[in-house]
């Protein structure tokens, strides 16, 4: 059996609906797979920011990327 789908309405502007429009066009997608993809990156993007400030909190020490080199017995790049 196919699974039903929600149904989200979304308010915008002419304006925004104008851009929305021709931003799906330029990329050959329908308006709900724009919205859906970037309210989904957006929800991804903060759940990343989450866990990065909660392992910065819990971490004491930090390495340069010339710390992280130099300790695994890499050559710097650096000129």
Known sequence: MAELLSVVSVRL???EKTLLDSYAKLH?????????EAAMRMI???????LY???KRK?????S???????LGLESTTV
């Open 28 to 36: 050959g997608k329908k308006q709900s797979d724009i919205i859906r």
């Open 59 to 63: 971490t004491s020490r930090f390495y």
């Open 44 to 50: 991804k993007d903060d759940m990343d920011f989450r």
């Open 13 to 15: 502007s002419k304006e």
């Open 53 to 55: 400030e909660e392992a």
């Open 65 to 71: 990327l010339e710390e992280v080199r130099k300790e």
